[in-house]
């Protein structure tokens, strides 16, 4: 059985935006861990931003679940969805410490998750909250995010501005809890350093629509890295990009990307202009 799944979902942000999803029919069974890869603007966000029932799915047929329920009108128990969009949260700017924050959001009640995962993320619940970096501030709030045990697991980019000691200690926990409790991840991004062994499948987005459905990954049968294997698929989707400006062709979403709207990791990376 499958724990997410979506039948025959197409989704626009509004009447006169093209789709951002095309006839998306995905299932990912329990305990699986899936990494999402695309170029900017492919779906990943959107797909994720649905799965976690923030926004309504109003096409006839459309099916969007979570352990068999409709995620948007029944809100799934268990599920923890964490995004980039949490860097610009200005609650988590104020003048309190660490500690006093956690606690405001129930951190006593999962006090040894807790505990584990400062030690892992390396957080100080000393740190005054509006005085720390934005890493720091991403490892609160990673915490904060992650304390109470989830069963499905949405990751949009969280570990852009975490130390790479820090990513891959995240990345071994993150794998750890969900081999013992059977939990799910689905999990998009760009960064695939040290991120080999993590996924049980692999899947390629592009256009909105999947070009490689969620596919086992099993390393030992590989003689490729994950790396290597998103690079491939990039490049195919720039070629693929390329020839319908060539042919002057247009595919269902039109390969019209709306250029107007960033996608999130534009809008982030904008917000932080690491130009200069
Ligand atoms: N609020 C919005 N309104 C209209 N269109 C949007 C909105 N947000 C995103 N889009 C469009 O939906 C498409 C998919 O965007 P999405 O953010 O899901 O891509 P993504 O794969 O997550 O990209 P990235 O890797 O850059 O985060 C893009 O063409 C984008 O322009």
Redesign the pocket.
Known sequence: MAVISATNLTY???SF??P??VGINIQLPPGSRTILV????????????LFAGKKLVSTPGAEVKIKDQDVFRNSPSGVTFLGTEWAMNPVVRGDISVAAFLDSVGGYRHKERRDHLLDILDVDLDWRMHKISDGERRRVQLCFGLMAPWDVLLL??VTVDLDVLVRQDLLNFLKDDSEKRGATILY?T?IFDGLNDFPTHVAH?RF?SFVTLPTPWDLSKKSTTLYQVALDWLKEDREFRKELERTGKTIARGAR??????????TFYRKYDYSH
């Not at 603007?41 to 931003?49: N, P």
């Open positions: 626009s942000y509004n935006s093209p951002s999803l695309g170029a900017n603007g492919a779906g990943k966000s959107t797909l994720l931003q949009d980019e998009a760009h987005m909105g990307r709306n250029e107007a709207v960033p996608s999130d990791s534009e």
